[in-house]
């Protein structure tokens, strides 16, 4: 599953106001996302979090980041060496010319001219191919013979191929082609996306190769490992590249460089309390902020239950109105039950950060592991992945300074609460013309845990009460982790017990944020604490908890009380009154004209179509075993819970993979489905896409194959003379 995050200035600027050089900023952001979940639903990626940070800055340059979260049998996962007469296999998409400079192009600081400069840096995707690698990696026989293996981001056949191994032979000949035109040296460098290096013996070539076929890939042997200590690339009977992998190994040259860290103010800080003169009127100015209000219309671009792994909806509560902290979805064991899950969430602010990149960081860390606690999970099983985004630095040392700034902050974290990186990624390229991206260091945070002791945000019952985890600071802003990491002891006892019924972190709209958003799942009202200030319900306390608690319950940590939960759908302070209604529609509708939302209130109501070709929906013969067969087709995503389901109801399947590349390939598939048809009592087409659905849908080219005569007398025997059932979904 994947998380996606992205940064963005104000979308509801008009075109008018759009600087030169650039898009509007509503365009942007509609054709991102439309790209992410165009890709993520072609290959059955779950998205199950996204969220849009708003920030001028990022008029200069738009951040787009996330996370994926796989997993692999431990046994499957091998760090071999490759030796001297392995060779290198290439697999999957074609090359061409649209992927050079791809990585190069993304990692330039821009200006008005960089359209025309830089516009044709850009990869195109192939997500079918992509889909097709997925399956062929997670056969065990297949991934048990790969030595080494690396994918084809940055820099083409050069790192691909190049970082295999320290001695090696690269042949470019064998490179396939999309077209033909290409010169050794773009053939080298093109960063097509949609395959894989891997290093095998060469005794198990055929086995791979076979294997690839079956999946319907291409497959070619590009390399050998040699013994000289050196890469070399050959092109059309000469040597093109030939150099000593000593000199590799240094990267380049030394440099040296002065960074200048300046202090942030600490008499103007993004913590200080804010004052309003009503709590109506707080709240109004609260849940219409950019950085507070609903991203639906947005979140529902994307598919955050394909695969049938999903443990939480974007939106949680009977409402289907609660945000939620994070992503949570089932290890995906292949047909094996299990009842783990990952969990992943973030953490950034845009306005700490500018203020301290330091303190930014720092906060960014700890906000994306007190998620993780508020969801029921185990600090001290997280790992991080931390993205970097800053401006162009060149030989400016107070520029310098906020990177290293950065990393100092999140390192304080890691050192203290004993959370390693196990990954990251940095650009700092975020300028154009004058303007510069904020300071960003995004972290990322990883667990897993039993689906039983996940905890959702909305909140559940009345008669509870709402206390806030405080975390102390001092002068400097620094927190006190000693404090901090027995909080998160004792909240872990409490969700552990099952005590803790609901839980939400401080954000950029205080308390009075948090609490909406809890309320609005059940539409369960809140008295919040007459004693408590109102200008504290507002103060960005990033790392707080707020947790909904039974009022015997005993709290051994640092705390306030907020308030307690009651039966009307109202949140009250002193004598003043907000109906969650009227708060959600303010909330709902900042962003709607950007990115319309869906308003469809749940139901249990089950409509069943009549059906007028066939007068009944079951079969009137009986099987001691049922047979199920399941094409999978360029496109088809579904394939493995679709499988898993009728394996769960009891029946034996058969996934047929439909191979397309050759004109044999499509005569042998004909011939396989229908042998497979015969022997089955139940055909089924799952769901997926392909060229987005649009204009060559994988719905037409099903339609196009099962037009064959030969499988449309199968499947028509299978439904008239042997009374078989067919079902279709989505595509299917």
Not at 44 to 72: C, F, N, P, Q, S
Not at 462 to 478: A, C, I, P, R, W
Not at 585 to 601: F, G, H, M, R, S
Request: glycine fraction near 8%; hydrophobic fraction near 35%.
């Amino acid at each position: 599953q994947s998380m996606r995050i992205t940064g963005a200035g104000d979308p509801r600027v008009s075109f008018d106001d759009t600087l030169k050089g650039k898009l509007p900023q509503a365009k942007i952001c509609k054709e991102a996302a439309h790209g992410f979940s165009s890709y993520g639903n072609q290959i059955g990626l779950t998205t199950g979090y996204v969220h849009e940070v708003y920030d001028e800055g990022y008029l200069a340059k738009r951040m787009e980041i996330g996370a994926v979260i796989a997993a692999a049998p431990k046994d499957q996962v091998k760090r071999l060496d490759p030796l001297p007469g392995h060779i290198v296999l290439l697999i999957g998409g074609r090359t061409g010319r649209d992927g050079i400079g791809g990585a190069t192009g993304s990692s330039k600081s821009h200006e008005v001219k960089t359209t025309e400069t830089a516009g044709a840096e850009v990869q195109k995707g192939n997500p079918v191919e992509e889909r097709k690698i997925q399956r062929l990696f997670r056969n065990k026989e297949v991934s048990e013979k790969i030595i080494r293996c690396n994918d084809f981001g940055a820099g083409g056949v050069c790192v691909a191929v190049g970082e295999l191994a320290d001695s090696l032979d690269i042949s470019l000949d064998a490179v396939l082609k999309k077209y033909e035109g290409l010169n050794g040296t773009e053939l080298a460098i093109s960063e097509s996306q949609e395959r894989m290096a891997i290093v095998i013996d060469v005794k198990d070539e055929e086995f791979i190769v076979n294997q690839c076929h079956n999946e319907n890939l291409e497959v070619v042997r590009v390399a050998t490992v040699t013994n000289n200590n050196r890469l070399v690339m050959k092109y059309l009977g000469q040597t093109i590249v030939d150099i000593n992998r000593d000199f590799l190994n240094k990267n380049g040259a030394k440099r040296y460089q002065d960074v200048e860290v300046k202090l942030p103010n600490f008499d103007d800080t993004p913590f200080k309390e804010e004052n309003y003169k009503s709590f109506v009127d707080a709240t109004n100015n609260v849940m219409t902020r950019l950085s507070v209000c609903l991203q639906k219309g947005l979140v529902e671009r994307f598919d955050s239950s394909i695969g049938n792994g999903t443990v939480l909806s974007p939106f949680g509560g009977k409402t289907l109105r609660t945000e939620t902290e994070g992503m949570a979805a089932l290890i995906p064991t292949l047909g094996k039950e299990t009842t783990t899950a990952s969990l992943m969430t973030y953490g950034f602010s845009p306005l700490i950060s500018r203020w301290s990149p330091f303190h930014g960081a720092m906060f960014a860390v700890v906000e994306s592991i007190s998620k993780i606690v508020a969801m029921g999970g185990d600090y001290k099983t997280i790992r991080s992945s931390y993205q970097e985004y800053f401006e162009k630095l060149l030989d400016v040392p107070s520029k310098w300074g906020k990177p290293f700034a950065a990393l100092l902050g999140a390192y304080m974290v890691q050192r203290e609460l004993k959370v390693p990186s196990i990954g990251g990624k940095d650009s700092m390229s975020g300028s154009f013309e004058s303007l510069n991206v904020p300071p960003t260091l995004v972290s990322f945070a990883i667990t897993s845990m039993d689906v039983k002791d996940i905890i959702t945000p909305e909140l559940k019952e009345s008669g509870h009460v709402l206390v806030e985890l405080t975390l102390s600071k001092d002068n400097y802003q620094l927190l006190d982790f000693n404090e901090l990491i027995n909080s998160y002891d004792e909240v872990l006892k409490l969700t552990k017990a099952h005590k803790v019924y609901s839980a939400y972190t401080i954000k950029d709209g205080g308390v009075i944020e948090a609490i909406y958003k809890m309320a609005f799942g059940n539409n369960i009202g809140v008295e919040l604490n007459s004693e408590l200030e109102l200008s504290s319900l507002l103060t960005k306390n990033y790392g707080n908890v707020i947790l909904e608690l039974d009022k015997d319950t005993v709290v051994n940590f640092k705390h306030r009380v907020i308030g307690t939960t009651t039966t009307n759908n109202v949140i009250s302070y002193n004598d003043q009154k907000v109906y969650l209604d009227d708060a959600y529609d303010i909330y709902k509708d900042v962003l709607n004209n950007v990115y319309p939302q869906t308003e469809i209130a749940p139901t249990n109501e089950l409509i069943v179509g009549n059906c007028n070709e066939r007068s009944k929906l079951h079969s009137d013969k009986y099987y001691d075993e049922v047979n199920v067969v399941i094409p999978v087709f360029p496109g088809t995503n579904c394939e493995y819970d679709s499988k898993h389901a009728f394996e769960k109801a009891g029946a034996k399947v058969k996934l047929v993979v439909i191979r397309n590349k050759t004109e044999q390939d499509i005569k042998n598939s004909i011939n396989d489905l229908e042998k497979a048809i015969k022997e089955a009592q139940i055909m089924m087409l799952p769901g997926g896409f392909s060229a987005g659905d649009e204009p060559e849908g994988s719905g037409k080219f099903i339609a196009t194959f099962l037009r064959n005569e030969k499988l449309k007398d199968a499947i028509t025997d299978l439904l008239e003379n042997r009374d078989g059932l067919m079902i279709g979904i989505c595509n299917g």
